[in-house]
């Protein structure tokens, strides 16, 4: 089973909207980090929250990570069309190693 | 530009076939990695290379062999590969475990 995984799989949304997802892991985590990939590319490295931090922000993104329901959500506010992507998180086992592990994603539609 | 560049951009090979997927990084990191994305499925972890280890997804068949001559290059060796390898390959860096990934725009592989 994954550690790591979106729901939902899917979201298609106006642009001007807040977008949601939400990402659930099963153990113990180091670290949670949200990816995006525009179709058939390499993914970019949106932010990384610490498994003491409870929230995070970087302009128009907001991640909360609540290591008690092992979940994190990621927020876009005033979405744009330029935001369609499909969105990963990565967990980083507490046990350690190079063990990050990917989620299936979420792929988000802002129609202009 | 992510400062991961890898080569070549698409590859069609027959299974009988041997290439070499290329991997470059400048940026300083310490640690590079092959994954493997095929529809629909998460990133799938294949080899870490880093100061400290090599790190082998055991689930990885013997067609593909990983070589890192030096913290800036990893290649990806594949022969005898079967059309299921069809995928997109990405090669990503960090500085350290846990830490933000930089990824190249991939290699999309055809198997035929």
């Known amino acids: 089973s994954q550690q790591g995984e979106e729901d939902p799989q899917a979201l298609s949304i106006q642009e001007g909207e807040n977008a949601t997802m939400n990402c659930s892991y099963k153990?113990?985590?180091?670290?949670l980090q949200w990816y995006r990939q525009n179709s058939g590319r390499g993914l970019v490295h949106l932010i990384l929250?610490?498994?003491?931090?409870r929230e995070k922000h970087s302009g128009r993104l907001r991640v909360t990570l609540d290591t008690s329901k092992k979940s994190s959500s990621l927020l876009i506010t005033a979405s744009r069309a330029a935001d369609t992507a499909s969105y990963f998180c990565?967990?980083?086992?507490?046990?350690?190693?190079?063990?990050?592990?990917f989620g299936a994603g979420t792929r988000l539609f802002v129609k202009a | 530009e992510t400062g991961v560049t890898q080569t070549p951009r698409h590859l069609v090979m027959g299974m009988t076939n041997k290439k070499s997927l290329k991997c470059e990084q400048h940026?300083?990191?310490?640690?590079m990695y092959w994954y493997k994305q095929s529809a629909k499925k998460p990133l799938e972890l294949m080899f870490v290379?880093?100061?400290?280890?090599?790190?082998e997804n055991n689930s990885v068949p013997s067609r593909f062999s990983p070589e890192c001559p030096n913290s800036s290059h990893l290649f990806l060796h594949l022969h005898t590969l079967q059309p299921e390898d069809s995928a997109l390959y990405l090669c990503?860096?960090?500085?350290?475990?846990?830490?933000?990934?930089?990824f190249g725009q991939g290699t999309r592989l055809t198997v035929v």
């Open positions: 990503a860096s960090s500085q350290d475990r846990g830490t933000e990934a930089f």
């Open positions: 153990t113990s985590i180091n670290n």
């Open positions: 929250i610490r498994s003491n931090e």
């Open positions: 990565a967990t980083e086992p507490y046990t350690g190693g190079f063990k990050t592990i």
């Open positions: 940026l300083g990191h310490n640690a």
């Open positions: 290379y880093s100061l400290e280890e090599r790190v």
